[in-house]
């Protein structure tokens, strides 16, 4: 023990017991003894007596008493190892990382061959991916403790995370001649695996078929082995023997679309007839099998395509499976067989109607069809003229569908889903509530509803529909929040931007990042457990994934949303809110101005009772997380809010580089905080994406007449001057001429008109009508497509922020909403009476509401 | 008589659901566990041992000697600041990308640029 303040013999048992306690969490046990030797005025102060006493308040969530011992702990005895290891483990517990590995070097300072605090170390700087200091820690615990296993395959995985496959593979095999099992040991069997894995990626095939066939009675994990064999055939061009084996896995699972895909790379299959005529002999051969018929319909074209989904489509209809559409869906990108689909649509429709056959009598299909044949006819075609385009069709189809069969849910959903594509949500509203009220029960279309109210700002209503299955006691918000319902938060934070509530978006952004944060910290109890468990495939799964798991497209919507809300910040800070308050009410009429401050009255009386049940729920349960509370108020008015932006974009450029959105957004930040290098990154990032995309346009006219602007000098300039003619490829432009050669080239696209229009404006103020001129896309024959509802309401909405100025000539405005609703004529944006924005009953009712149906 | 019976059904349902959260808890809980690790005994340890700090030590002069290299590249303060600078990165990011491109300011950023 310290050799500052050494205990007697007697206390010194008792300290050990301590740590004995706290190794098998037994918490309250370990701080009895703790007072045992604290109780003695000798002893009061022992600094590891009182750094452990902290250590085991902490597991115990007595954090702040626990921070106290632990530095008095520290003060009293600042060389001892224990309160360093203590006071990191105190850090890390709190997701301090860096002080808590600051704290873990110091201890090691103390006593530099401490075990435990090398493996804490290590558990650290894998969390932190920091692969070098890794491989260091873990070469350091390898020397000191060379008998133990994990030594060996710590230093192993530290090498295989650096990619240096052959120390790698080198320790495995040095360990496993040391271990020398023969009889059943699974975790022999999965260490040889991963060990089969790291020669696998390294590129070695050969080595790795010798491997197999060496251990392949050791390894128990036959179909993994199987896998990797096939593969590794293919990639070694043995394909006799890679088809052997594939037609073994398929007789496994007829339903792997990998294992098809394996075969036709071993039967060397280019061209698509062969793959389609190579799966039909599977087809016939696993008759049940849907994959070997799902399959060749991407492949094929023509008279082919025809025959193939005419056969897949008639089954599934006769049987009644519901997904159909959605699993055509990817076909559509081929103009051919949207063709092709539509035509035997209309056909069985037609033959349904008349003779319940899907062909006119006299034909092959002439078998008489269920009754129900006619209502998953009639589903599948209202969503195929939906995606085409025709809503009205779709509405016609869904309704005829409705009379024949009014209890099927499938077709209020699919109903509300046209009016949201028309741009109708209080219609999808409406329709999605009619489905809900069949079924009660049913918790997908419960969330569909609100996330459908949602869309349509109505964010009590979707709470309170939320609240029929989220737990008692507690609101629907923080309930969802708890579980990490990511959609719904997203949503919200929408809602809540369109309605200008930045504040309450940004809280639901940070909502979800701090989800992933989450998930993200825990991961840490498994880098011992697995490496305990010998998992290591999965574990080296988990990290992989754990590295990209802001890539995914949940993160992608919130930072957005949450970037947008910054940059909206940064052009036009909100004032303090007693400021606006003043002015707000200024605007009021007398009675109105009653109303608020009554209003405001109850929220104060519920802030006030919020606060109070919280107290009590913090007082009744000790363990609630003390995470900092996330203020809308303060968060919507941020110190710097393109640095809370970049915060956001950071992990989009690393992990989301193939979506151009992500450049573009980055593009709207740098060319805010004025940093031409960074801008010009942007812009060559997005390029290489999609040259020609027109937000890329409207950024990069922006760049060039800002570098003409501007004289830069030095590297910088050089820099800019050099990567610029590339962009241009190669010519010198004005940003004017740039724009001219833009609308040229893409005269026929609605989308790069208004991107042209944007630029004009832009560039030269007295161009406007030039400018309002090319946003009519009524007027202009040239113009073919990408007039969408979407695209038209963006206008709508830069129209009336003024980004093209002030309007003089009043009917414009009129003029071009008429256009739009005669294009979109169920878009609500475009009614003649003006936005019509949702009728919001008072929330008084959504909490009755929920009220009634709790008590239900 | 049947309205009495199924509130006690609730019940014990409850009561199945919650014991299945509970054995859940524990399950997730022995993840934390602590566990003493296991000596090896028997093989030739010291054969093994051998073979790996032999390879160890050769890499590590590998990566010496590739640092050394890279030391020795002559860079400009000024141009360190400027990188950061521009380009919002850490300083040790700067300094590496700088003397990849053996010094050279405009490389550099298009090196940092360009990826």
């Not at chain 1, 360990?175 to 059943?184: D, E, G, M, P, V």
């Not at chain 1, 209020?412 to 069949?438: P, R, S, T, W």
Request: hydrophobic residues 35%.
């Amino acid at each position: 023990m310290s050799p500052n303040q050494p205990l007697p013999q007697k206390e010194n048992a008792v300290f050990k017991k301590i740590l004995r306690c706290y190794e098998n969490k037994q918490y309250k046990n370990g701080l009895k003894l703790a007072k045992q030797i604290l109780s003695n005025p000798k002893y009061a102060e022992h600094g590891e007596t009182l750094a452990m006493k902290g250590l085991l308040l902490n597991c115990l969530r007595r954090k702040d008493e626990a921070y106290e011992h632990v530095k008095r702990g520290l003060k009293s005895d600042v060389k001892s190892h224990v309160c360093w290891h203590v006071f990191g483990l105190l850090q890390r517990s709190d997701r301090k990382y860096d002080e808590a590995i600051r704290a873990y070097r110091n201890a090691l300072k103390c006593d530099s061959d401490h075990i435990q605090i090398l493996r804490d170390l290590s558990l650290l700087q894998i969390q932190m991916r920091d692969l070098e200091g890794y491989k260091e820690t873990r070469h350091k615990l390898f020397t000191l403790r060379p008998t133990q296993k994990a030594s060996w395959i710590g230093l192993a995985m530290s090498y295989h995370l650096l990619d240096d496959h052959e120390m790698a593979v080198k320790l495995i095999d040095e360990f496993l001649k040391i271990q020398n099992k023969t009889s059943y040991d699974y975790e022999q069997s999965e260490l040889l695996l991963y060990e089969l894995q790291i020669i696998f990626e390294s590129g070695n095939y050969v080595e790795v078929l010798q491997r197999m066939d060496h251990n392949a009675g050791l390894i128990y994990d036959k179909l993994s082995l199987m896998e990797m064999r096939a593969e590794v055939y293919l990639r070694l061009e043995k394909f006799d023997l890679a088809e052997k084996l594939y037609n073994e896995l398929i007789t496994r699972n007829p339903e792997n679309k990998a294992f098809y895909y394996g075969m036709m790379k071993a039967r060397c299959l280019d061209k698509d007839e062969d793959k389609v005529a190579m799966l039909e002999e599977f087809s016939k051969k696993f008759p049940r099998a849907q994959i070997p018929r799902r399959l060749p319909l991407n492949m094929s074209s023509g008279e082919t395509f025809r025959s193939l989904v005419d056969d897949y489509m008639r089954r599934a209809i006769t049987k009644g499976v519901p997904p159909l559409f959605v699993d055509l869906k990817p076909l559509y990108a081929d103009p051919q067989n949207v063709k092709i689909i539509e035509e035997l649509i209309e056909m069985y429709l037609q033959n349904l109607v008349i003779s319940s056959t899907f062909e006119s009598a006299g034909g092959d299909g002439a078998e008489l069809q269920p009754v129900t044949s006619v209502v998953w006819t009639l589903y599948l075609a209202c969503q195929h003229f939906d995606h085409i385009g025709d809503t009205k069709r779709a509405l016609e189809l869904v309704e005829r569908a409705i009379e024949h069969t009014p209890t099927l849910i499938e077709l209020y959903l699919a109903k509300a889903k046209f009016y949201k594509h028309a741009g109708n949500m209080i219609g999808a509203v409406q329709c999605l509530d009619e489905a809900q009220a069949l079924d009660t029960a049913d918790r997908y279309i419960n969330s569909k509803c609100a996330k459908y109210m949602l869309k349509a700002k109505l964010l009590d209503e979707a709470e309170a529909m939320c609240a029929k299955f989220t737990r008692e006691n507690v609101s629907a918000m923080e309930n969802l929040n708890e579980m990490q319902c990511m959609w719904f938060q997203t949503e919200c934070a929408n809602a809540y931007s369109k309605l200008n509530r930045y504040g309450d978006a940004l809280k639901k952004c940070h909502e979800v990042d701090r989800h992933f944060v989450e998930i993200i910290e825990d991961q840490f109890d498994f880098h011992t457990y697995c490496m305990r468990k010998t998992t290591l495939r999965s574990y080296i799964g988990l990290l992989r994934l754990e590295d990209v798991v802001r890539g995914h497209p949940f993160y992608f919507k919130a930072a957005r949303i949450a970037i947008k809300t910054y940059l909206r910040l940064h052009d036009h800070p909100l004032n303090d809110k007693k400021a606006e308050q003043d002015q707000l009410e200024s605007t009021l009429s007398k009675s109105e101005l009653k109303k608020l401050r009554s209003k405001q009255k109850k929220a104060q009386e519920k802030v006030r009772q919020d606060e109070k049940e919280n107290k009590d729920k913090k007082v009744a349960n000790d363990d609630e997380k003390l995470e900092d509370t996330l203020n809308p108020e303060k968060l919507e008015r941020p110190e710097n809010p393109l640095e809370e932006a970049i915060r956001f974009l950071k992990p989009l450029q690393e992990l989301s580089p193939k979506n151009i959105e992500t450049h573009l957004l980055a593009y709207e930040i740098y060319m805010r905080t004025g940093k031409p290098l960074l801008m010009l990154q942007c812009l060559k990032r997005a390029h290489r994406l999609q040259p020609d995309h027109p937000q890329l346009h409207v950024c990069l006219a922006h760049f060039v007449s800002k570098v003409a602007n501007q004289d830069l000098t030095g590297p910088v300039g050089a820099v800019v001057e050099k990567q610029l003619s590339s962009l241009l490829s190669g010519k010198q432009k004005s940003a004017k001429d740039l724009n001219s050669d833009f609308l040229q080239q893409h005269r026929d696209s609605y989308a790069h008109a208004v991107a042209a229009a944007t630029v004009l404006y832009e560039l030269d103020k007295t161009k406007q009508s030039e400018a309002l001129k090319l946003l009519n896309f009524e007027a202009d024959p040239l113009i073919k497509h990408g007039v969408t509802r979407e695209r038209c309401e963006e206008v709508m909405e830069l129209l009336e922020s003024g980004a093209f100025g002030a309007i003089g000539d009043a009917e414009y405005l009129k003029a071009f909403k008429n256009s739009c609703a005669r294009r979109f004529p169920l878009a609500e944006v475009f009614q003649a009476t003006g936005v019509i924005s949702a009728p919001r009953p008072a929330s008084a009712d959504a909490t009755a509401d929920r009220q009634i149906s709790q008590d239900v | 008589m049947p309205q009495k019976e199924a509130p006690a059904d609730e019940e014990s349902q409850q009561k199945k659901i919650a014991k299945h959260d509970a054995s859940n808890a524990a399950d997730l809980e022995k993840v934390t566990d602590f566990h003493e690790e296991q000596e090896l005994s028997g093989g030739d340890l010291e054969t093994a041992l051998k073979a790996i700090t032999e390879k160890r030590n050769k890499e590590v002069q590998k990566r010496v000697e590739h640092l050394k290299k890279l030391a020795a590249v002559k860079i400009n303060k000024e141009d360190v600041e400027l990188i950061m600078r521009e380009l919002e990165i850490p300083r040790l990011k700067a300094e590496t990308c700088l003397r990849q491109a053996y010094g050279d300011v405009v490389q550099a950023l298009l090196d940092l640029i360009d990826n």
